[in-house]
């Protein structure tokens, strides 16, 4: 117990100038983020329906708000909206302003142009965001063996550099669908290889918030694993079926729910992940004899509670998204809840972490029991995820491998 | 506990079972999976339909009623402890708390102790109470008591939406099958033959079912499926389709279809309702919500040219109308045919290799999805496709043909003349079945190349007869003639030199003809690729087993709507739980319950002060916020306590 463990509110520590240029920073963020929204608000303002405005309001609300209190999202913001930027600059520079151009130009252009063919496409940006999160995983376990905190440093930057790039990915994948068709447009959460772009990235955000708030990088090998797990998928998922051709929508999916469920789940997915990986962590420090001197990895106890937060964390949104994914149901197909595959492993994953929280939570079951049990739980969510996709079939079918 | 715990786990196992096996397939598919055992085992065991089956829903019931009975013993202590500040506790009660620290000396009066200690619960934001007690002042404080409201919340949202899922379950459809008040039926009957028993009246309380409505007609009932079968749901008003309409993206797939809809409702007979459907935007109709679920065929006219594909009139048609789900039958000498139109597609979407080899979308253009079945039963399934496609270069006409069931297609292209046209493929084909016609041009190919053999009648006969065998049965039937005659070592080559005879003849005839047609330039290579083209057609009829076939010429499509409709009395029910819900596993989760005491008595040199922290939730927080308040006091007090059994 000492002073020096108040992690909590560390600005509090900071003199006073810098307190009040940290403010102005924060007011700073603030308008800069409404400034974007009322931007996106008005620049669209003729294409988007009544929903689809609240979910920009809500949109710009959260970013302003997570930014308010986490300073990294905002330096991350910026990183994303300038690559984002330049991408549009580029497509912009060989489209002028049309809409569509069809998918033979399109290719034609990032063929031939500099930036979009290393940067900033999105096939580019996945790609950068891919070696990027890879590398941040080998560095991470460098950094745990050789105990330097500057390679640890370097491999926080790595992934909110892969974030930065994934992120943007995204954003310029989104373009490119009007860019082939007006008629495929559509935000790039609809199908498995969008998905898995959306769950490292997600993971990766979770990760790096506890990472900033427990000041501990020990862990960060253990969750990059995961996300390059996803990352190996998707290569091969691209290099393999070609699934990062952009497709247009099936009718059931053409609806702003899709704009706030898949993103929920993954926050789900992404936290579960994390405590999966954590569980690993332990069990490997317990099997090497438990908390000593001399450590490497966090002490038990801070990992056992790390991975009820992420549990907590993610049973809620996924409890969110389930609701909402019903609520959605009950608008395409005519009921809330159908025992499709897919709604049925939900309250699989959903009952299985229910019980995990009791157990803990009443009755103080703590340790390597649990640890296993998220492992396990990671297996329960991967088959959610992915197994009903491919081996079961139903009313999701949208993402078949 | 341990029961809620396990009934959890069990709750998700059960789920399993009705994910990994299909539910409510056709009965006849599991028996051909599993075999007549086990079949049967796990029909007892209600594994075809397991989201209502007994066991499963005993298990939810079990699981609903221990929540209840979990929320009803802990709601009514935590409500009032809530509310409550634990002021009666004693100085050794704090003291035996393990996370506890105290200053037994502080040079200050107890009054400004306690003002000081006063300020530090304010900081924290804790609401707390202050009671005298001898000699000082105890301040009993707690904070984030809601947490406790977000356990009732969770638990009580849990017993909310399992009571609207009942609501909306079938539970009142399989108590009337119980007792025998309702039939499921399992033949594909018309329904004006569903017997009484198996309808619904409209006053059964929650439902939700399908039917497909053709344009311009409606409907005022719905189909359950139930395990194998169907009952019919009666509606109290009328659902017309006036129009329906489906947009495509450019590669076909389907973009989005909507349809027109008028509801008449008996009770309202001069308040018709007007609305449009799609996908994702229903019509909610008096607690009836009405969706947009999928579209077909709803018995789409089409005129054909039945071409006959055997005995002397083959390669001649007659003009044949029908529409989708007609049954025609018809004869071809003295064989009976039934032939079944099954659908009808006017978009069909194919991955095609362009020129550059690069696969490439493209629209085959309307077909027709027929069965034929002779006289014994045995069907097969066709599918033709109206306008000729591009193919390498040539237009030809497709048709598919699977003899099972889900089997794969094999495909019979034929090509299209200069007018794009059957005709010339059908002329040459009806030439091949007139021996006069197959004489005439062997006899003259003899006299061009062997006038000698012409003479002979043995020569043209063997030539006639062999090219009769290719035209019944392909170049297997050549081959098969010549293996029971020829020496195995010479097969080969008499192979080769008939195949050479019988395309010469082959051209032969189609100069003729083309001749007879009135072509003026025949030869060249396109000439040549048609009679290729018109031989590999001629060899895969062998395959192909049809006695005519059927070219659709032009049709009027008539589409139908698939419309589901449900009631739903427990919907909002649900929704309302999961408002609980959401609202109470974040409370449960993001407020952190404390409970803090500070004791300030009078000491010899003045004020000791005992402070003392604790929470029903133990976290590493927990530790930590009172770890900081402990701080905060230090910093108040200006010294470190004596004792302190924080970590
Ligand atoms: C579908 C059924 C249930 C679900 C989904 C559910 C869910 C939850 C959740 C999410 C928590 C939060 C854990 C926390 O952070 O405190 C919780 C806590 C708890 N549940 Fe349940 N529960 C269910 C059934 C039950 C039953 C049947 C009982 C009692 C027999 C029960 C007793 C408790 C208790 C005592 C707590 C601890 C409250 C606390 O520590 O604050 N639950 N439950």
Partial sequence: ?401 | MNLAITLLVAVALASIVGTVLQQNQPYGDYLMKFGPYWFEVFRALDLYDVYSAPWFLAIFTLLVVSTSACVIRNAPSMLREMFTYRSRVGENEIRAMREHVEWPHLPMSVEAAAIEGRRVLMDEGFKFKETRVKEGYLFSARKGSLQRLGYILTHVAIVVICIGGILDSRIWLSYQEFFGNLKVETRSIPLSQVPEESKVPATNPGFRGNVNVPEGSQSSVLFLNVRDGYVVQQLPFDVEVTDFRIEHYINGMPKSYESDLVVHDPKYPDKTVKATIAVNKPLIYKGYAIYQASFGDGGSRMQFNSWQLMGASAGTSQPVAGAVFQDMPFTVGDAKYTLELNDFRMFNINPVPDEHGKIQEKNFGPSVVFRMRDAAGQAREYENYMIPVVMEGRPVFISGMRDQVGGVMRFLYIPADRDNKMDTFMDFYHRLHDSVLIDQAVMSMLAEVNPEAAKLPAASDAIRSMVEKFVRGGYDAIGSDLEARVPKDQLERAFETSARVLQTVLSRMYVTMMEDRGVKDVGGEKDERFLADSVAAINAMVFYGAPIYLQMVSFEQIQASGLQITKSPGKNVVYFGSMLLIFGVFMLFYIHPRRTWILVRESERGARVLFATTSHRKTLDMAKASRLMHEAMVAKFGMEPTKAGLE
Avoid: C
């Fill in chain 1, 1 to 401: 117990m000492s002073a020096n463990t108040n992690v909590l509110n560390s600005a509090s520590g900071l003199p006073p100038l810098a307190k009040s240029a940290g403010r102005l920073a924060d007011v700073f963020w603030l308008l800069v983020v409404i400034g974007v929204g009322l931007g996106g608000l008005f620049g669209f303002n003729g294409r988007m329906d009544v929903y689809e405005v609240s979910i920009l309001i809500g949109a710009v609300a959260a970013l302003a708000a997570v930014g308010w209190y986490w300073r990294g999202i905002r330096g991350l913001s910026i990183a994303v909206a300038a690559l984002t930027a330049i991408a549009l600059w580029r497509y912009g520079v060989h489209f002028g302003d049309q809409l569509s151009v069809g998918r033979e130009a399109l290719a034609a252009v990032q063929g031939k142009d500099f930036f979009l063919k290393f940067l900033v496409s999105s096939q580019s940006a996945i790609m950068w965001m891919s070696a990027l999160y890879v590398g941040a995983a080998f560095t991470y376990f460098l950094a745990l063996l050789t105990r330097t905190e500057y390679i640890g440093k370097i491999a926080t930057a790595l992934v909110w550099s892969a974030t930065a790039f994934g992120l943007a990915g995204l954003f310029a994948r989104w373009r490119e669908s009007y860019l082939i068709n007006v008629d495929y447009g559509h935000i790039p959460v609809s199908n498995l290889y969008e998905v898995f772009i959306l769950f490292s990235v997600v993971t990766a955000l979770i990760y790096l918030f506890y990472e900033g708030r427990f000041k501990t990088r020990a862990l960060g090998g253990f969750v990059m694993l995961v996300i390059s797990a996803a990352v190996g998928f998707l290569l091969w998922y691209t290099f393999d079926r070609g699934a990062n051709v952009i497709q247009p929508l099936v009718p059931a999916l053409n609806s702003y729910w899709m704009k706030i469920h898949v993103p929920a789940n993954f926050v789900g997915y992404g936290a579960f992940a994390i405590a999966a990986m954590i569980g690993v962590a332990y069990l490997i420090k317990l099997k090497l004899g438990g908390d000593g001197e001399r450590d490497m990895l966090p002490k038990l106890e801070v990992m056992d509670d790390l991975m009820y937060k992420s549990i907590a964390l993610g049973f809620g949104f996924f409890t969110v998204a389930t609701i909402l994914g019903a609520m959605w149901a009950a608008e395409a197909w005519g009921g809330y809840w159908s025992w499709d595959p897919k709604e049925t492993w939900a309250l699989i994953v959903w009952l299985n972490y229910a019980a995990w929280l009791h157990l803990r939570l009443t009755k103080g079951w703590r340790g390597a029991p649990m640890a296993w049990w998220s492992v396990i739980g990671l297996f329960v969510t991967t088959f959610a995820f992915l197994g009903v996709n491919m081996f079961l079939s139903g009313l999701h079918s949208y993402g078949t491998l």
